[in-house]
């Protein structure tokens, strides 16, 4: 018989902490991991797998951070979540009721923040490619509008003319600087597909000023996501600074500057820093306010966070189906790239714990990847691991997965989307309900030769 020759990994990417730092939302009793003081292993058996949870005080918590750091430097500072990270109503729902806007990317999105009870003037309608309904859609609702190109501008000004109203806009600006970050989520590179270059930018102003519906209110930047350095966000500031005095020269009164959001945070815990929440407060607000304070103006500042504000308040809880022992060690789970992307697109790292045994130490345990159900070889969560003796019936947390987590989530292989709780203060509650064989038949049509 042939030797299998077990484990050829990388030794340096294993990363096994032990135990793991967690936030202040989660608490392990008698070998449990708990969120909002519940037992994992209590929802999974209530709700089924796999299962996104997400604690509605982490949330809160962080939103209030972020409004803290920003007024002690700043008073007219508005959060507009980015509703892209995590679109579920409830969340939306949750920072509504605590005052925030909404950064929004499509009808969809503005629809969702305009339900949740987001007020019109304090949502920002983004994206490179909006069709003429969008821009209907935004006229018709009030809400500001961040254009990307001259194109754009002239559009929106024809949409605005024909209901007989006019907008307030706002160009996104592509600062051409470096983002360290995963090239597919860096945005503000000379080379990126969004925003109009610096030295464009004047003259769209221009022409803005001279439309006829259109009034340029606003000026508005995002340089890319996952951010854990705070240089380029004061760059970003300082290039838009530039701009926003030069505005002033022209006669460009600003209502609002728009820093974006981007900031990171640590998917390693206990390995990887991300700036605190106040260093990125001290490293942008003082740059703006320096500015504003020469010129005599006090526009609002805004910022987009998405991942900053709901990442680490979530888990997805995954079952484990089978542990397999062949070339290398494999954990074969009923989450796969369908319920969480980010590993397979990015080559992202999230951390996983076995959430029904979180006594065992996974530097005594060997080296696994925890594999989903999907027919594709890169549907790997977490590759080479270090875990404790794992089984079937496991339940394993991948945490921090309140980002681009459901948001991406898709039905591919004929699985329906699993189901969202949302827990507070020991109540929990069914969010979004999970995918049904019927959910999946429900949009499709029968051609009638068949
Ligand atoms: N504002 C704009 C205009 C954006 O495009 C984004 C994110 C944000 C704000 C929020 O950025 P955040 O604070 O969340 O970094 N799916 C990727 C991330 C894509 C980010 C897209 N834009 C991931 O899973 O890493």
Redesign the pocket.
């Known amino acids: 018989m042939a030797e299998i020759n077990v484990q050829e990994v990388d030794m340096d990417t294993i990363q096994a902490v032990y135990p793991l730092p967690l936030p202040p939302h989660f608490s392990e009793k008698n070998g449990i991991l708990h969120i909002g003081n519940i037992p994992v292993t209590k929802l999974a058996e209530e709700f089924g797998t796999p299962l996104y949870v997400t604690d509605e005080t982490r949330i809160e918590a962080l939103y209030h951070e972020y409004i803290h750091a920003l007024s002690s430097h700043y008073p007219n500072c508005r959060v507009l979540y980015?509703a892209?990270?995590n679109g579920n109503i409830s969340i939306l729902r949750t920072l509504a009721a605590l005052g925030a806007g909404a950064?929004v990317?499509s009808a969809g999105e503005l629809m969702l923040a305009r339900d949740a009870g987001i007020r019109p003037e304090h949502l920002l309608f983004?994206g490179s490619s909006k069709t003429k309904e969008d821009h209907q859609l935004a006229v018709l609702h009030g809400v500001r509008v961040s254009l990307d190109s001259e194109d754009e501008l002239y559009q929106l000004n024809r949409v605005a003319e024909e209901m007989g109203k006019t907008v307030e806009v706002s160009f996104r600006v592509n600062p051409a600087i470096h983002v360290p970050t995963h090239p597919k989520?860096a945005?503000g590179l000379a080379t990126s597909k969004f925003g109009i270059p610096a030295e464009q930018i004047l003259s769209a102003y221009q022409k803005a000023h001279e439309a006829s519906h259109v009034i340029p209110v606003g000026i508005h930047c995002?340089i890319g996501?996952?951010i854990l350095e705070l240089e380029p966000f004061a760059e970003e500031a300082r290039v838009l600074m530039d701009i926003v005095s030069k505005l002033h020269d022209m006669g460009i009164k600003l209502k609002f500057v728009d820093l974006?959001?981007?900031?990171g945070v640590a998917y390693r815990h206990g390995v990887e820093q991300a700036p605190s929440i106040a260093a990125y407060a001290q490293a942008t607000i003082p740059v703006c306010k320096e500015t504003f304070k020469r010129l005599g103006i006090s526009p609002e500042i805004w910022i987009?966070?998405?991942?900053?504000l709901v990442c680490d308040s979530t888990i997805l809880l995954t079952r484990v189906n089978s542990v397999k022992h062949a070339h290398k060690r494999f954990i074969n789970v009923d989450a796969g790239f369908h319920t969480l992307l980010?590993p397979a697109m990015?080559d992202?790292y999230q951390e996983v714990v076995v959430a029904n045994r979180m006594d065992m130490d996974p530097n005594a345990g060997e080296v696994y990847s925890i594999t989903g159900p999907i027919c594709e070889s890169g549907d790997i969560l977490a590759a080479d691991r270090r875990m404790g003796a794992v089984q079937a019936g496991d339940l394993i947390a991948v945490l921090d997965t309140g980002?681009?987590g459901y948001a991406?989530a898709s039905q591919y292989n004929g699985r329906g989307r699993c189901a969202e709780l949302l827990v507070k203060d020991g109540a929990v509650a069914l969010i979004r309900r999970r995918e049904s064989i019927e959910d999946l038949l429900s949009t499709m049509r029968r051609p009638i030769w068949q």
């Open positions: 980015a892209k990270a950064d990317f983004n989520i945005t995002h996501s996952q974006g959001g981007g900031l987009e966070p998405g991942r900053s980010r990015y992202a980002a681009y991406m």
